[in-house]
Antibody
Framework: QLQLQESGPGLVKPSETLSLTCTVS??????????WGWIRQPPGKGLEWIGS???????YYNPSLKSRVTISVDTSKNQFSLKLSSVTAADTAVYYC????????????WGQGTLVTVSS | EIVLTQSPGTLSLSPGERATLSCRAS???????LAWYQQKPGQAPRLLIY???NRATGIPDRFSGSGSGTDFTLTISRLEPEDFAVYSC????????FGGGTKVEI
């Protein structure tokens, strides 16, 4: 059974960079049928796609966040990572990593999510 | 960017009743790229429907999806106690966006 697990600091100071890693187990991140993505959800609000990456390193980002987002992949560790720079309180959210399946473009496996709070 | 508007914001129903949730897109969305998710408090979203009408693995047949173009619907034929949750639609076009969600409450 495929599993994804987010890890990283739960508290980030304003103007700093948020960094999270997603570790994939029970399957290969190098699957040709899948992208891997980050989605966030501010408290009490809806879901927002941040961006997605293919095992080759090809990326797609939400245009509204593109200037601040970098997603990378490490196939040797079966991990992919998120960096979000110049964070503000508006970036406080639960951050999820998930597998994105080609064809119909949907997220079929999700991590449990990790709350990141931006505060001094 | 395609905006997805879900209605109603909250749906108050009883177990055994039928739930009809709407997802309206600001522009045409290919049915191929419309999905629905269920989310319970403190949990990650769970894929219910992909391609507008295809149930994901393990999803009971009381869940069904329909629609095309700019109007899509998720129907729960008979609500079970475990179905009370928030439901979100998602589309992929030039970018990927989610709707704001509909809460189905008792």
């Amino acid at each position: 059974q495929l599993q994804l697990q987010e890890s990283g600091p739960g508290l980030v100071k304003p103007s700093e960079t948020l960094s999270l890693t997603c570790t994939v187990s029970g399957g290969s991140i190098s699957s040709s049928d899948n992208y891997w993505g980050w989605i966030r959800q501010p408290p009490g609000k809806g879901l927002e796609w941040i961006g997605s990456i293919y095992f080759s390193g090809s990326t797609y980002y939400n245009p509204s966040l593109k200037s601040r987002v970098t997603i990378s992949v490490d196939t040797s560790k079966n991990q992919f990572s998120l960096k979000l720079s110049s964070v503000t309180a508006a970036d406080t959210a639960v951050y999820y990593c998930a597998r994105l399946t080609f064809g119909n473009v949907y997220f079929d496996y999700w991590g449990q999510g990790t709350l990141v709070t931006v505060s001094s | 960017e395609i905006v997805l508007t879900q209605s109603p914001g909250t749906l108050s129903l009883s177990p055994g009743e039928r739930a009809t949730l709407s997802c309206r897109a600001s522009q045409h969305v290919s049915s191929t790229y419309l999905a629905w998710y269920q989310q319970k408090p403190g949990q990650a979203p769970r894929l219910l429907i992909y391609g507008a009408s295809n149930r994901a693995t393990g999803i009971p047949d009381r869940f069904s999806g329909s629609g095309s173009g700019t109007d899509f619907t998720l129907t729960i034929s008979r609500l079970e106690p475990e179905d009370f949750a928030v439901y979100s639609c998602q589309q992929y076009g030039s970018s990927l966006t989610f709707g704001g969600g509909t809460k189905v409450e008792i």
